[in-house]
């Protein structure tokens, strides 16, 4: 069973960390737009910016600990997740 939560674990980690990529490069894509023209608002930059670090924050919470990102999963996952190798 270990290796399977390992698995599902790295699934999600590695998902969390390609989307928060995506946002950090449209988000400084963004935020360099906005520093070159003065009419542009730099509000959407700043927010795919934030975005992108939740997701890092994310990934890491999710190799760490993914119980912590789920809510309202069943006790059996949680059991799962929290203790792999008693199950």
Sequence with gaps: MKKYTDSITHYVQEELKECAISYL???LRSFHEAN???ILKGQAALGNLGIAVEL???AFIAGNNPILLFK???IE???LFSCPTIV
């Design 25 to 27: 490069k449209i988000g």
């Design 77 to 79: 996952l949680q059991v």
């Design 56 to 58: 890092m924050l994310k």
């Design 72 to 74: 309202g999963l069943p």
């Design 36 to 38: 070159k023209m003065v």
